[in-house]
């Protein structure tokens, strides 16, 4: 079994930026596909960006490709996987969950943390 825990959210005026983090209780993430998802109010949960377990192969969601505002990084050894959020707007405002896939580049996803609140005000 896989923990997760997010860290990082908080309050952020527009135009603001977070990094939020993820550490896994494991020694290594060397094995593991991550990801992170976010949910808005009202809204189910949508994939922001997933990062393959060498790093070489990273996708984000159409919303924010090409606008360099979100980065999704790892760092195998601190079995940590980052996600940079730059010039945040207020629709950026949802809880923001890291996934991780045994063995996979991509989902399905094993392991969920709790979240972490990310909160852009206008």
């Known amino acids: 079994q896989v923990q997760l825990v997010e860290s990082g959210g908080g309050l952020v005026e527009a135009g603001g930026s977070l990094r939020l983090s993820c550490a896994a209780s494991?020694?290594?993430?060397?094995?593991?596909?991550m990801a992170w998802f976010r949910q808005a109010p009202g809204k189910e949960r949508e994939f922001v960006a997933r990062?393959?377990?060498?790093?070489?192969?990273?996708?984000?969601t159409d919303s924010v490709k090409g606008r360099f505002t979100i980065t999704i990084s790892r760092d195998n050894a601190k079995a940590t996987v980052y996600l940079q959020m730059n010039s945040q707007k207020p629709e950026g405002t949802a809880v923001y969950y890291c996934?991780?896939?045994?063995?996979?580049?991509?989902?399905?996803?094993?392991?969920w943390g709790q979240g972490t609140q990310v909160t852009v005000s206008a």
């Open positions: 996934a991780a896939a045994r063995g996979r580049t991509a989902g399905p996803y094993d392991y």
């Open positions: 494991v020694r290594s993430l060397g094995n593991y596909g």
């Open positions: 990062i393959s377990w060498s790093g070489g192969s990273i996708a984000y």
